[in-house]
């Protein structure tokens, strides 16, 4: 999704002498050279592949936002002033915390746990987050709390014939929902987690606060750059791991122009001197590119979609399946192309969750293009 409005840049201050804590370097142990993910005992049957039990593995923890998503089916965006009527609208569970959340639950083996830790309000909206969610025990809701004096966060999402859509998000209890210091229960799943995965749909303190407790553990980070426009705070920055925007947002948080792929490796750059060891940018058509700092850098085209539907959730899915690809200790290159065909597959889908495959769906379509 472009964003329409450009913030200020990050700022940094001599950015050359800056001393940050030691750092995670993301390299998993290596697979062999073809992709070998096998699928979910608990989502086909043995007789369709081979199939091999995981080793007991960490879970993966998403601190993050759950949002109620009012979906409105448009012809196009209105002008300034100008009312319009929807071809059809409708509610779906989403935001982009839930979103990872369930997504990782999709595609993980059955017996590797996802966590999320989140706020809803007791309304309507909360229960149907709560609902969906826990559907098949896919997401472990036990630090899913419920925020009595805020409502849900939720987000109004316009979708447009050719699957593109424009966002308008009401953090609730995403951003008003939380104490000022997270419950010791919060803070051990994310001291037990094999990979923490946080966005920029809650606040940037809480945020702040499980990355500092996660680098304690030596827990890797994901950082998602979408949600709040906001520069990102320096001390954040400096204890992530993996940073991963999309084009418009590294643009509009480096304050740098990304309309080229050299352009992009440079602001890319900039954000190493933040901190942050590997940069992960979705490029939307043009794939994927992993850059880590003192290496070649990565790039994985997209996997075409048979059609584009709605690219809602597309990025959420992208982060997911590449944190689950890591987390089972698949090299880089893997985790890129494993994380390019769940979001080839949840394109084809309209809406968030709905979209978002089955881990056997994106092993069979990686086994056809091989």
Known sequence: MKAAVLNPPLSLSNPSST????????????????????????????????ISSSPTLKPIVIVGSAN???????????????TISARSGRTLPGGKGANQAFC?????????????????????HGRLLEDSLGEGNAVRLDRLTRADSV?????????????????????????????????????????????????REIPDWV????????????????MDAGGMDAPIPSELMSLIDVFSPNETELARLTGMPTDTFEQI????????????????????????????EGEDTIRQPIIPASEVVDTTGAGDTFTAAFAVAFVEGKTNAECLRFAAAAASLCV??????????????????LQTIQ
């Open 207 to 222: 945020n702040l606060q499980v990355a500092q407790v996660a680098k304690d553990a030596g827990v890797p980070v994901i």
């Open 19 to 50: 001393t940050f804590p030691t750092r995670h370097t993301i390299r998993p142990t290596r697979s062999p050279s073809h992709i070998s993910f096998s699928i979910n005992p608990t989502t086909t049957s043995a007789a369709s592949a081979s």
């Open 104 to 124: 990782s639950g999709r595609l993980s083996l059955s017996d590797h746990a996802t966590y999320l830790v989140g706020r809803v309000g007791s309304d309507a």
């Open 265 to 292: 490796s440079q602001a890319a750059t900039t954000c190493h001197k933040l901190g942050v060891k590997q940069v992960l940018v979705k490029l939307g058509s043009q794939g994927s590119a992993l850059f880590i």
């Open 151 to 199: 409502p849900t966060g939720h987000a109004v999402v316009m979708l447009q014939p050719d699957g593109q859509n424009s966002i308008i998000i009401v953090g609730g209890a995403n951003m008003n929902g939380w104490d000022d210091k997270l419950s010791e229960e919060d803070l051990d799943v994310v001291r037990g987690a094999g990979m923490l995965l946080l966005q």
């Open 348 to 365: 084809q889908v309209k809406g968030a969750m709905p979209s978002m495959p089955h881990r056997n769906s994106v092993v069979n379509l």
């Open 68 to 82: 109620a998503d009012i979906y409105v089916e448009i012809d196009r965006l209105p002008l300034e002033g100008e």
